[in-house]
């Protein structure tokens, strides 16, 4: 099976060709999913987003031409728009109803095993959210979604010396926070 890299997939999408754009989705819809669902924290809001930023990809073939780089400019679409949504007055109304995040669970996991999952992962995402929101979308881009540092400073209109920095502050206000030690508050101050 030859895997089919983004720019020919896009040229043929480009030219009307619906199985390369039913293959495009296949590529990035779960990865662009996970993304929004973790930036969000609301599944049924992070599918609209996805499809939203489909069709801005089919807008943007027939009206801009092909962008350098697809993948990017899905990931820079979809961030764009979760920023948008959290300057809306609906996301205001709606913050307080976003606390509880299910969990997959294992079929093998005890119910203590699944609690202590639950809790972790509740204290990692609160830690995280307690980010600022550029630092929070480069720690999401880099360690959920494994982006290397160049393609961030694409899809976040940043040079690669500002990713770098905001990682790192990130990574210690995040070390800091985790284990109790005493600075998380000057780490927080410092980097907002």
Known sequence: ??????????????????????????????????????????????EDFVQETFIKFIRQLKEK???????AWLFKVAANMCRDHWRSASYKKEKHVLE???EKESPNDSVVDIYEKQETRKEILAVLNQLPER???????????????????EILDCPIGTIKSRLFHSM??????????????????KFK
């Open 65 to 71: 031409g092909i962008p350098d780089n697809s993948k």
């Open 1 to 46: 099976m030859t895997i089919v890299d983004d720019e020919a997939l896009t040229q043929a999408i480009a030219r009307g060709d619906q199985a390369s754009f039913e293959a495009f989705i296949h590529r990035y819809h779960g990865p662009l999913l996970n993304f929004i669902e973790r930036m969000l924290q609301d599944p049924g809001k992070a």
């Open 172 to 189: 210690a206000f995040l070390k800091a926070t985790l284990s109790g030690q005493e600075g998380a508050e000057s780490h927080e101050r």
């Open 135 to 153: 630092q929070r979308e480069i720690v999401i881009l880099r360690f959920y979604h494994d982006m290397k540092l160049k393609e961030i400073a």
């Open 100 to 102: 509880y995040i299910p």
